[in-house]
């Protein structure tokens, strides 16, 4: 199996072009990479250390998902397919 340099360099003619790479080709190109350079193992480590802590914390925080917040609470409305019977309780 190819790599992702491998495969990008296949659809890359060679002279004076500017390589342009979708967002997921660099995305895999990163997590290849990282796992080239030690991977967790090597993250922990370097996070590990008082100089390095609060840069891992930003790095984390650019990172981790967004929740959306649409400035309140959502409603879910549930409407029954089943029709209402005397067992159903309450007005009808």
Do not use: C
């Amino acid at each position: 199996m190819k790599s992702i340099v491998e495969v990008l360099d296949d659809q890359v003619p060679t002279g004076r072009v500017e390589r342009l790479y979708s967002r997921k080709q660099i995305e895999r190109a990163f997590l290849e990479t990282f796992e080239l350079v030690g991977g967790v193992s090597r993250l922990a480590h370097w996070a590990n250390d008082d100089e390095n802590y609060k840069d891992f914390l930003k790095l984390l925080m650019v990172m981790a998902p967004k929740e959306q917040n649409s400035g309140g609470g959502q409603v879910i409305e549930y409407r029954s397919n089943v029709p209402r019977s005397p067992l159903s309780g309450g007005d009808e």
